[in-house]
């Protein structure tokens, strides 16, 4: 028997150990072995894309979304995502250490898999072990991205080195170099890695150079760094395996599994056990999007910011943003026709994109849903039921903040950019749309940035923006843009990856990171990397300056 634990540092912690489930005997064929081997690489993907994870990090800090002390009843959790918003966390956060502890156990997964493949004699263990070693420098990404260092190591009897700047950054673009020529050019499925997946992070790796390089200065971009991620970029659209979606929303629907636009994902197919909760983590709690289960609403979780929002108007005044069809999409036709308060249950689908004002739905009394004379379902106006508020509307205000008012549960707008999953019977589980990681339209976003930073060649970056926007033609596509800046770009990106987890990443590159937006006025550039968690710090401590905690924390 073979039992593989999972230890990033061999005697100075026993932070990320995990024993895993694959135990590999001699009636396993060589076959059955490697995909024991290869399946806990990617395992832990919905728990670091969990919404109080990645997503917090990468969102919450930003001035794309905040989650106020809801009524001071909900969402308190000692401050943290307070904290986060405001720039003041710290090295014992929950989510932090969450993060930290996925992805570093995730990369001793790739390691026992890099070990352990070559001993298998089946045709697939070139490619697995090409996929544990790309992946482990895309979790190898995400530490230096977040925390300012990597971990190296192929020995896992020994402790990792820890590199950060320059060198951290050459080891990662290493890594993806040594395992893209025996990774399948065109993939089985998006959520396995392969040669497109491994080039569009190479564009992104290669994009957010100059700030990996030296994270708290001010980013100097080279034309070399640029004319990789435009080389990339060509790559994979030369591959002619993508193209962007007319409908905008599908991207994120429940069965985008295959969706062209798609190019790396974390795979979430109810087979696989999908369980994120991106669908629900925003919207209110007495909004039912399932005719079927009448247990499954949303959360009252975090809304967008009005600075977020102000950008798209300011973009499109006099017209409203839902001009733009990224911006919203209305499936309840009573929000357009009054009159339109009965419909069929297998055609309830609640809005998406970015929801304003008040909310209709199906409403619930003493545990069902309340039915028309026809017996289709009813549709009307939603009180706060849930909360005990029956006489608050689920009137989503512009407004949050962290005062009283501004933290009430119909605070913000709110964002349902992915789909209600439709077996989500409690609303905390089964969201089988899978998240994406890399798609075509970043692809195009990155080569027209590259394109400005390396030479302005604002015509170029411009075709770039305006093939994206041009392809959402499900209902009208946003209107072209006829100009392009730096500016304008940062702004495009806010209005095509809103909730895609990569504000964070953006803002520092564009330098706004240190900006002021609601309840966040903390400058400081060293809050642009996380605190290492107290707890991994604690752990190394037997090995002398092993581990040294990030600055100003």
Not at 139 to 156: A, E, R, W
Not at 358 to 380: E, H, P, T, W
Not at 436 to 456: F, G, P, Q, W
Not at 498 to 523: A, H, P, Q, S, V
Request: with cysteine; charged share 20%; net charge negative.
């Amino acid at each position: 028997m073979m039992v593989f634990s999972t230890v990033i540092f061999n005697g100075c912690t026993k932070l990320n150990e995990q024993i895993l489930d694959e135990t590999l005997t001699t009636s396993l064929s060589d076959r059955a072995a490697a995909e024991g081997l290869i399946a806990p690489v990617y395992a832990q993907l919905p728990d670091l894309f969990q919404h109080t994870t990645y997503f917090t990090l990468q969102e919450i800090s930003t001035d794309e979304a905040i989650l106020p002390y809801r009524g001071g009843t909900d969402w308190g959790d000692n401050g943290i995502y307070l904290q986060m918003h405001s720039h003041n966390f710290s090295s014992t956060d929950p989510n932090i250490r969450g993060t930290w502890n996925t992805i570093t156990s995730s990369i001793s997964r790739s390691i026992n898999a890099i070990n352990n493949l070559p001993a298998l004699n089946d045709p697939s263990v070139k490619t697995f072990v090409a996929e544990a070693r790309g992946m482990r420098a895309y979790y190898s990404m995400l530490t230096l991205d977040l925390f300012g260092l990597v971990f190296v190591k192929d020995d896992p009897t020994k402790n990792s080195v820890i590199l950060r700047g320059n060198e951290a950054l050459q080891y990662v673009i290493d890594e993806f170099l040594a395992a893209e020529p025996d990774l399948e050019t065109v993939p089985v499925t998006h959520g396995r890695l392969s040669k497109p997946a491994v080039w569009s992070l190479l564009a992104r790796l290669y994009l957010n150079a100059a700030v990996y390089r030296n994270i708290y200065a001010d980013a100097t971009f080279t034309g070399a760094d640029m004319d990789k991620v435009i080389e990339y970029c060509d790559k994979v659209i030369a591959s002619n395996q993508y193209q962007l979606s007319n409908d905008y929303f599908s991207i994120f629907d429940d069965e985008n599994n295959t969706n062209k636009e798609i190019i790396f994902a974390v795979d979430q197919r109810a087979d696989l056990n999908g369980h994120n909760r991106m669908a629900y983590f925003s919207i209110s709690g007495d909004q039912y999007p399932l005719p079927e289960f009448p247990a499954a609403n949303g959360t009252d979780g975090p809304a967008i910011t009005s600075d977020y929002y102000r950008t798209w108007v300011n973009a499109y005044a006099p017209a409203d943003p839902s001009v733009d069809p990224r911006f919203y999409k209305e499936n309840l036709s009573i929000y357009s026709h009054p009159a339109d308060s009965c419909v069929p249950a297998a055609d309830f689908n609640i809005n998406r994109g970015i929801l304003r004002g008040q909310q209709y739905g199906l409403i619930r009394r003493n545990g069902v849903f309340l039915k028309c004379a026809s017996g289709q379902m009813k549709v009307d106006k939603l009180f706060y039921d849930t909360r005990n508020k029956p006489t608050l509307p689920v009137d989503f205000s512009e407004k949050v903040d962290f005062t009283v008012d501004g933290s009430n549960y119909n605070s913000g707008y709110r964002v349902e950019k992915y789909e209600f999953s439709r077996k989500s019977v409690s609303g905390r589980n089964f969201g089988e749309a899978d998240i994406v990681i890399t798609r075509l339209a970043d692809i195009y976003l990155m080569r027209a940035e590259a394109k400005l930073r390396k030479s302005n060649d604002a015509a170029g970056a411009l075709a770039d923006v305006n093939l994206v926007r041009a392809s959402r033609t499900s209902t009208t596509p946003p209107p072209p843009l006829t100009s392009m800046t730096l500016d304008l770009l940062f702004r495009e990106r806010g209005f095509e990856f809103y909730w895609e987890m990569l504000r964070r990443t953006d803002m520092i590159r564009f330098g706004k990171y240190e900006g002021t937006w609601t309840e966040k006025t903390n400058t400081d550039k060293q809050k642009r990397v996380f605190p290492i968690p107290q707890t991994a710090i604690d752990g190394a401590s037997n090995i002398q300056g092993y581990l040294q905690q990030n600055a100003s924390y």
